[in-house]
């Protein structure tokens, strides 16, 4: 068979098979500065709609790699900030298990601020994810976010971008839930008195780590000290 048939019988199975996982919807109308490069799949639709306006609620994304879950969280994340550009405080605190993973989305974040003309010197990412730079990033640019921490201290970041390391070593409490609570109260005291995060990213299971890293760095002191 010649290779151009196979080809397009190959281009029509693939697509066939996309749209009948993801079915694309229509073009979203949620967003003021966001503007999707494709149709989003019906997953995402879904989470844009949960997510965005004043009526959000706890969404839970569970679809196969690839499929865009990033999407669903940071586009209502990203025009949320939009809208409430030039408040202080942070608006998002999103939790990453390893460290790689976090620099590269916040690579991909700073393309896409600094690609929008709405989100572009109006919306400031920063990433904290413990050590020190030679030369960290006092400011957003292109293809990256803040990364100074005496910048994030002075005039907290719109989107926090951390890792779970980090939960372990600002949290505290008896259970997993007082951890969790131990956590967000940590951030808030130090990061903004005006508001209060409105969005916050994290898998259960990096919590569960989180907290087992808190429970053994305590025993260890307390092995120290005896």
């Known amino acids: ?6 080809a397009g019988q190959l ?32 997953h995402q639709q879904k989470a844009f709609q949960r997510l965005t306006g004043d009526d959000g609620r706890s ?6 790699t690839g499929s865009g879950k ?18 202080g405080g942070i608006k998002a605190l999103i939790i ?8 590269d989305q916040a690579k991909r974040i700073a393309e896409l601020i600094y690609g929008c003309g709405e989100l572009r010197g109006n919306v ?6 413990g050590g020190e730079e030679h030369t ?34 600002a949290g505290s409490g008896q259970s997993l ?5 131990g956590f967000l109260a940590y951030w808030h005291q130090r990061m903004t008195d005006e508001q209060f995060v409105s969005f916050f990213i994290a898998p259960n299971m990096m919590w569960k780590h989180a907290y087992e890293d808190m429970v053994e760095n305590r025993r260890l002191g307390r092995d120290r000290q005896a």
């Open 1 to 6: 068979m010649l290779p151009s048939i196979l």
């Open 11 to 42: 281009q029509k199975g693939i697509g066939d098979y996309i749209e009948a996982t993801f079915p694309m919807t229509n073009v979203p109308s949620c967003f003021e500065a966001i503007h999707p490069a494709y149709l989003p799949y019906v």
């Open 59 to 64: 969404t839970l994304v569970a679809t196969g």
């Open 70 to 87: 990033t999407e669903c969280f940071l586009y209502p994340i990203l025009e949320y900030c939009y809208q409430h550009r030039g408040e």
């Open 96 to 103: 990453y298990p390893m460290n790689a993973l976090a620099a």
């Open 124 to 129: 400031t990412v920063g990433m904290y994810v």
């Open 136 to 169: 960290p990033a006092r400011m957003m640019g292109e293809y990256g976010v803040i990364t100074d921490h005496e910048t994030m201290l002075n005039a907290a970041p719109d989107i926090l971008m951390t890792n779970y390391k980090n939960c372990a070593e």
């Open 177 to 181: 839930e007082d951890f969790q609570k």
